[in-house]
Nanobody, 122 residues
Framework: QGQLVESGGGLVQAGGSLSLSCAASGRTFRGYAMGWFRQAPGKEHEFVATIDWSGGSLYYADSVKGRFTISRDNAKNTVYLQMNRLKPEDTAVYYC???????????????WGQGTQVTVSS
């Protein structure tokens, strides 16, 4: 049974930075793409970024492109999301997930973490 655990969320002022981590355990996620989604209060889950197993294919939502960077360290079974120049509209619970393909939609993910809260104050 695979498990994903996010960490690194918190409260930050607009313009600041946060770095999220997602540690995988319990099974191998070899070959899996990893993605970050977020959900703001009263809204649907929103795609943020995804990365394939090799780290060679990266995709970002337009709303975060140029500000967020996704990366992974397969030796540590960990995926990261570096978030810079944060805006109040980035406030949400951020979830990491594992999927078979890098362009998988939200409902195609096989594993999810419990989420970590990111709050950006204006």
């Amino acid at each position: 049974q695979g498990q994903l655990v996010e960490s690194g969320g918190g409260l930050v002022q607009a313009g600041g930075s946060l770095s999220l981590s997602c540690a995988a355990s319990g099974r191998t996620f070899r070959g899996y793409a990893m993605g970050w989604f977020r959900q703001a209060p009263g809204k649907e889950h929103e795609f943020v970024a995804t990365i394939d197993w090799s780290g060679g294919s990266l995709y970002y939502a337009d709303s975060v492109k140029g500000r967020f960077t996704i990366s992974r360290d397969n030796a540590k079974n960990t995926v990261y999301l570096q978030m810079n120049r944060l805006k109040p509209e980035d406030t949400a619970v951020y979830y990491c997930g594992a999927a078979r393909t890098v362009l998988a939609g939200f409902r195609e993910y096989d594993y999810w973490g419990q989420g970590t809260q990111v709050t950006v104050s204006s």
